[in-house]
Nanobody, 122 residues
Framework: QVQLVESGGGLVEPGGSLRLSCAAS????????MGWFRQAPGKEREFVAG????????YYADSVTGRFSMSRANAKNTVYLQMSSLKPEDTAVYYC???????????????WGQGTQVTVSS
């Protein structure tokens, strides 16, 4: 079992930055690929970023490429999502996920956090 807890969400103005964190607990947490997804009201959950268990490779949705950066610190069992140049359309609940292999579909992940709200508004 892996438990995931997100933090770092909040209200930010357009063009601003936020860093989300996801703390994982469980003996084998560092061996999982990790993903960030987001879900806006009335919309389906969508892939944002993914990272392999080693952190050697990262993957991003086209909508966030060049603005978001995902990383992990396995010694701390924590993954991060650095978000810059935020836009109102980035407003959503952001979820951290863990799975055997990274993927772009929610069904490919086995564990989920409770989510953290990110609101981009002036």
């Amino acid at each position: 079992q892996v438990q995931l807890v997100e933090s770092g969400g909040g209200l930010v103005e357009p063009g601003g930055s936020l860093r989300l964190s996801c703390a994982a607990s469980g003996r084998t947490a560092s061996s999982y690929a990790m993903g960030w997804f987001r879900q806006a009201p009335g919309k389906e959950r969508e892939f944002v970023a993914g990272i392999t268990w080693s952190g050697a490779s990262t993957y991003y949705a086209d909508s966030v490429t060049g603005r978001f950066s995902m990383s992990r610190a396995n010694a701390k069992n924590t993954v991060y999502l650095q978000m810059s140049s935020l836009k109102p359309e980035d407003t959503a609940v952001y979820y951290c996920s863990a799975g055997t292999n990274w993927g772009t579909h929610p069904d490919e992940y086995d564990y989920w956090g409770q989510g953290t709200q990110v609101t981009v508004s002036s």
